[in-house]
C-alpha cells in the first residue's frame, strides 16, 4: 500500500478532502480542525458522516504512529452533541489494544474552546503489510497525513 498524500480526510494533494494534520505525542495523536461549511448537513450543523471521517482518521493514524498501520474493518460511533460549522475541534486517537493482525483503537471529537466531548468512537483495524510506502514527504511524528482506509 502506498500513500500518495490523496486521502480525502488528510491528504493535503485532495482539493475536495479535509486535509487533517495529525500530531503525535508518543501515545496518541491530536488535530485541530476548523469545519468548512461544505460539509453542512442540517443549517449550521456538519454532517455526522463527516464526523465519523474524523474519528476514522484520528484511529487510523494512531495506528501507523503505533508502528501498525491498517485499514478499518469495523468501526462504531456515538454522536453526543452536534459540530457546528466553522467550530475547531480537536480530534483524538489512541489505540488501546493489538491483537495479531488486529488494532483496537479509540477516538474523541472535542470542542477546543472548552473541551466538551462531541463524538466518539472506536474501532478494529486490519493491519496491512509491515512494509507500507509512504510516498515521498512522510516522517512518522511530524503530523504528517495518512489514510486509515
Avoid at 87 to 114: K, N, P
Avoid at 123 to 133: D, E, F, K, R, S
Wanted: net charge neutral; hydrophobic share 40%.
Amino acid at each position: 500500500m502506498v500513500y500518495d498524500h490523496r486521502c480525502f480526510g488528510c491528504g493535503e494533494l485532495n482539493p475536495d478532502g479535509l486535509k487533517m494534520r495529525f500530531n503525535f505525542d508518543g501515545s496518541r495523536v491530536t488535530c485541530l480542525y476548523t469545519v468548512p461549511a461544505r460539509f453542512q448537513s442540517w443549517e449550521g450543523i456538519i454532517h455526522g458522516g463527516m464526523v465519523g471521517l474524523m474519528l476514522d482518521e484520528a484511529m487510523g493514524w494512531a495506528a501507523v504512529h503505533a508502528g501498525h498501520p491498517g485499514v478499518t474493518g469495523k468501526m462504531e460511533m456515538r454522536l453526543r452533541h452536534s459540530v457546528k460549522v466553522g467550530e475547531t475541534v480537536r480530534v483524538i486517537g489512541q489505540v488501546d489494544e493489538i491483537r495479531r493482525s488486529l488494532v483496537r483503537a479509540s477516538a474523541w471529537v472535542e470542542r477546543a474552546s472548552d473541551s466538551v466531548r462531541l463524538a466518539e468512537g472506536s474501532a478494529t483495524l486490519m493491519a496491512v503489510p509491515t512494509n507500507i510506502v509512504m510516498a515521498e514527504g512522510f516522517q512518522s511524528g511530524s503530523g504528517a497525513g495518512a489514510s486509515s482506509g
